[in-house]
């Protein structure tokens, strides 16, 4: 009840509607006089109104590319930080590896790999995992080693395995960074896909290649339309995590405050 109660409370949803309110005025009044700079909200609505099955369509695809990169990148990441965080040598060989495909741009990677692997889903799910990948692995690996060292010598007392010790302790340590990096590449999983869709100039469908063919005939209208799906897209791919955090993590202090 606690919780529905500060939802419901005006201080927690009026600063929101008075941003919206506010940014919605300044875009119609920058709109109106610019039309080739922005296009108006009413326009923009029009495009849903009036073809909300190419839109439907699109963000399907991409989300579909989304998921199956963040899926892959989150897999990969999760079991490489429990290599890394069990094994020093692991840890050192690893780690610079990582640092250096993490600062790689992934636009100048994308294109090489729609020539290597065509204008399929291959690629697009590939460069979402790269992009997913660094986060979720840094945030693993700083979990698992920040376990409690008290609980840890209880651990080692009683004659735990380390397979005991990961799965008892490290795990349920690690799980608040976990979910503090997913509430980063949820999002920005669609960014992946985007950017794969922008290289894969032969794509048919997804809402980067929405994007480029509308801007490239000067239809602003369609492409802010794509804009706000995947604005939507990521805004509801953060709630859900979130939400599944807050139920897994009643325990921890973090969702107490």
């Known amino acids: 009840m606690r919780g529905v109660a500060r939802i419901v409370h ?10 919206v309110v506010v940014v919605g005025l300044l875009w119609t009044w920058v709109a109106r006089d610019n039309p080739y700079v922005l296009p108006t909200l009413s326009s923009v609505g029009r495009q849903f109104l009036e073809q909300p099955e190419l839109y439907l369509a ?18 990969c990441a999760v079991l490489l ?20 495909l993490n600062v790689t741009p992934v636009v100048a990677i994308a294109p090489a790999l729609v020539v290597a692997f065509g204008f399929g889903l291959t690629p697009k799910v590939i460069v979402t995992g790269l992009i997913t990948f660094f986060p979720v692995l840094m945030n693993t690996v700083t ?3 920040s376990v409690d060292r008290h609980v840890l010598q209880v ?10 010790v990961l799965v008892r302790l490290r795990f349920p ?13 949820f999002p920005l999983s669609l ?18 290649t929405l994007i480029s063919v509308a801007s490239s005939n000067s239809q602003l209208d369609r492409v802010f339309a794509a804009i706000a799906c995947l604005a939507l897209m990521g805004s509801l791919m953060l709630l859900l995590v979130t939400t599944v955090e807050r139920r897994a993590l009643a325990w921890h202090e973090s969702q107490n405050r």
């Open 10 to 19: 005006p201080r927690t949803w009026l600063p929101a509607v008075v941003a």
């Open 58 to 75: 699109n963000a399907w695809t991409t989300l579909q590319e989304a998921l199956l990169g963040l899926a892959a990148g989150t897999v």
């Open 81 to 100: 930080a429990v290599l890394v965080g069990e094994s020093g040598l692991v840890r050192r060989g690893v780690t610079p590896l990582a640092v250096v």
């Open 143 to 145: 979990g698992l080693r």
């Open 155 to 164: 651990f080692r007392t009683v004659d735990a395995s380390r397979l005991d």
């Open 173 to 185: 340590s690690a799980l608040p960074y976990v979910f503090a990096a997913l509430r980063v590449v």
């Open 191 to 208: 960014v992946g896909a985007v950017v794969a869709e922008f290289a894969a100039a032969g794509a048919q469908s997804g809402l980067g």
